[in-house]
């Protein structure tokens, strides 16, 4: 949910803005107070308190976002590790949140190639038949898959944008929790299918065929 506000897929909540915007306890005595800083949120030369005040509360947001993360990955790291030990061959588990979807199933190493790893809403992995992988004196593997909703938002500057997109993982361990990489070549690739989040109405919008031009000069 942290995410939404972020990726610009809900609204802020007023709640979460209030506490953004609110003057600290130790804003008299915490001379390094990031709170207020207006540098920091200012939108180039746009130190308006309406900028101030929207771009304060992404900031908090995005530490709350940080620290969501962190606590999620250590909590999935301990869930594997349990049930890398506990699962049989053959046996799975999933963990089917609002937030994330999670399987862990535990295979034959002959089983990887062919293999489809199925996740929640039709989406799937597909793994090629001509999968090469690390060597491994194990005799079974432990096929980890994650799917997240709404991708997480993330720190990088760049123009991608992520705010309709899924995101899914693929994690392969063996016995002794060590994730093994995976080789495949360019005819026989690895098939991810996400399937759009149905909940997201896509705005109208224009077709336009790029392919034709008009030839006759333009003064």
């Known amino acids: 949910a942290i995410n939404g506000p972020l990726q610009q897929r809900t609204n802020v909540l007023d709640l979460d803005f209030s506490r953004a915007n609110t003057l600290p306890s130790d804003y008299d005595?915490?001379?390094?107070?990031?709170?207020?800083n207006p540098n920091l949120f200012a939108d180039g030369n746009d130190f308006s308190w309406e900028t101030i005040e929207k771009n304060r509360n992404i900031y908090y947001q995005k530490q709350a976002a940080n620290q969501i993360c962190t606590?999620?990955?250590?909590?999935i790291s301990l869930i594997s590790s349990a049930l890398n030990i506990h699962l049989n061959l053959d046996q799975s588990l999933t963990i089917n949140t609002s937030s994330i979807f999670m399987s862990m199933e535990t295979i034959s190493v002959d089983s990887l190639s062919n293999k489809s790893v199925e996740q929640i809403g039709e989406a799937r992995i597909q793994m090629p038949s001509n999968l090469q992988f690390s060597a491994t004196n194990s005799s079974s593997?432990?096929?980890?898959?994650?799917?997240?909703?709404?991708?997480s938002y993330g720190n990088s500057q760049s123009d991608l944008k992520t705010n309709l997109s899924r995101s899914m993982s693929l994690s392969i361990l063996d016995q002794d929790k060590n994730e093994i990489s995976i080789r495949t070549d360019f005819d026989n690739p690895i098939e991810i299918i996400i399937i759009r989040d149905s909940n997201f109405i896509i705005p109208p919008m224009?077709?336009?065929?790029?392919?034709?031009?008009?030839?006759?000069?333009?003064?």
């Open 71 to 75: 606590e999620v990955e250590q909590t």
């Open 29 to 36: 005595t915490d001379l390094e107070s990031v709170w207020s």
């Open 206 to 219: 224009a077709l336009q065929n790029v392919t034709s031009f008009d030839s006759n000069p333009h003064n």
């Open 141 to 151: 593997l432990s096929v980890q898959s994650i799917m997240q909703p709404l991708a």
